[in-house]
């Protein structure tokens, strides 16, 4: 399954291979379709985290389409990945990364706020393909 890229923000990220490492989840996944990763400033991230009726920026946005030609779009925005990665005491890669995953997975259709056992399945996927990237890290920007 495709991933289609598009950045206009000012860091720099090795495209490729975040579409080559979020390709291996969707394979693993079984998944078929597009998925678009849009990366976004902080205005634009607000601007679409009204649609959810919330309030202020966020790191990522998923939108599950479901549609033979286009599955979803999952939008990042790394100024705010750069912030969370301070407070959790990781790099910005790997936030970077974590996130990506984490809304490849809900355009797959995990969803962590169904329920608690929804939340450790969907975080656990996330965290094992993360950690299978783990020599990669060094290379996402």
Known sequence: M??????????????PLISTLLEKVLNAEKEN???DLIFVDIDEIVRLNSYRKKSG??????????????????????????????????TFNQELLRVCIHGILHVCGYD?????????????????????????LNDIC
């Open 2 to 15: 495709p991933i289609r890229i598009f950045n206009d923000q000012k860091v720099n990220l090795n495209l």
């Open 33 to 35: 379709g597009i998925i």
């Open 57 to 90: 920026p966020t790191d990522v946005l998923s939108f599950n389409y479901d549609q033979q030609a286009l599955k979803g779009e999952v939008y990042v925005c790394p100024d705010y990945v750069m912030e969370n990665a301070k407070i959790f005491n990781v």
């Open 112 to 136: 962590h706020e169904r329920d608690k056992a929804s939340e450790k399945i969907m975080f656990e996927k996330q965290e094992n393909y993360l950690s299978g990237f783990a020599d990669f």
